[in-house]
């Protein structure tokens, strides 16, 4: 089974299936992460983010794990926190435009999604990644309300970021997130919209399993 999940930064991707993960005993798949791992390894390699050639062979040759505690591992290092950083955020989305660092990390999260159950989470899940996903959604919220979010989550995590930095690097991402040659994050009218703006976790996640638990009900 899987369950595609695609929306902005800040939309509640991340929490909503780690949640359902648990309770429909899925693997959760975090496919920003891979792109966060590309974006570590060129800051590790002093790599110029403008040197495309260099960043396509680093993403050639780069080992990517996941355990079932969504742990995040980079050629065999644990770095779930250290792709969170600000360094690493500030750099990403231009690196997820690369067309051949985008093909690397598909073939990765389609290797990922064919050997489990998964719910997995990004921006092209249902369009590029798995468009025949047994459940595709599309999970949104306001700018503001993501950017409060993301704030209240990086000081919970001691990550220091004001609140109009933050914004700003949300608004960029979601212009440059929705303006890739390939892969770009798309509304499609087989995704499930939701919006979660007012709405509280367990209601977003009561949302998708009444969906899910809904069509199985069905057939
Ligand atoms: O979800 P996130 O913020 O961790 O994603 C990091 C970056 O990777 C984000 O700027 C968009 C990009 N991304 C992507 O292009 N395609 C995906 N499937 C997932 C993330």
Do not use: W
């Amino acid at each position: 089974m899987i369950v595609a999940i695609d929306g902005p930064a800040g939309s509640g991707k991340g929490t909503v299936a780690s949640i359902l993960s648990k309770k429909l005993n899925l693997v959760n798949i975090d496919t920003g992460a891979t792109y966060r791992c590309v974006a570590l390894k060129a800051l590790r390699n002093n790599l110029n983010i403008e040197d495309k050639e260099e960043i396509i062979k680093l993403s050639n040759n780069i080992d990517i794990k996941f355990d079932l505690n969504n742990n995040v591992y980079l050629d065999g290092e644990d770095v779930t926190k250290e792709i969170r950083s600000k360094e690493v955020t500030s750099i990403v989305s231009p690196i997820s435009s690369i067309v051949e660092v985008r093909k690397n990390m598909v073939d990765l999260q389609r290797r990922l999604g064919n050997s489990n159950n998964v719910v997995m989470e990004g921006r092209d899940i249902t369009t590029v990644v798995f468009p025949n996903a047994d459940y595709k959604f599309y999970l949104d919220a306001t700018l503001e309300e993501r950017a409060k979010r993301r704030f209240k989550e990086y000081q919970e995590k001691h990550i220091d970021m004001s609140y109009d930095e933050i914004y700003e690097n949300i608004k960029a991402r979601d212009y440059n997130d929705s303006h890739k040659e390939v892969g770009s994050l798309m509304k499609t009218n087989e995704q499930v919209y939701i919006d979660s703006t007012n709405l509280t976790i367990d209601e977003v996640v009561e949302e998708f399993i009444k969906i899910i638990e809904g069509d199985k009900n069905e057939s």
